[in-house]
Nanobody, 125 residues
Framework: QLQLVESGGGLVQAGGSLRLSCATS??????YAWFRRPPGKEREFVAA????????YYADSVKGRFTISRDNAKNTVYLQTNSLKPEDTAVYYC????????????????????WGQGTQVTVSS
């Protein structure tokens, strides 16, 4: 069973930054994403990096503040989070899929094959 191992979460003041990492146990996938579950809310899409070209997609709420990237040599995907706000507080999950998820499908959590255990990000005001 493939395991995705996340790290980098923590407590940060508003305006601060964190870099989340997700190691994919030596395998390379075509689609990677980060989702989050804020307290008392449903899980939501945050960002995705898709295909060999590495096209990126972002939720409107994080566009311009978060950056998703991947390092195929290290089998790791990252989420750089800047200018954090209290409403960014959530458990963040990485996910990956063998398929290349095109427009209209990359933000659907059911399309991803593997998930990490989650890492807590708490932003204080």
């Amino acid at each position: 069973q493939l395991q995705l191992v996340e790290s980098g979460g923590g407590l940060v003041q508003a305006g601060g930054s964190l870099r989340l990492s997700c190691a994919t146990s030596g395998r390379t996938f075509n689609s990677y994403a980060w989702f989050r579950r804020p307290p008392g809310k449903e899980r939501e899409f945050v960002a995705a990096v898709i295909g060999t070209g590495g096209r990126t997609y972002y939720a409107d709420s994080v566009k311009g503040r978060f950056t998703i990237s991947r390092d195929n040599a290290k089998n790791t995907v990252y989420l750089q989070t800047n200018s954090l706000k209290p409403e960014d507080t959530a458990v963040y999950y990485c996910a990956c899929a063998a398929r290349t998820l095109y427009y209209g499908s990359y933000y659907v959590s059911d399309n991803y094959d593997y998930w990490g255990q989650g890492t807590q990000v708490t932003v204080s005001s």
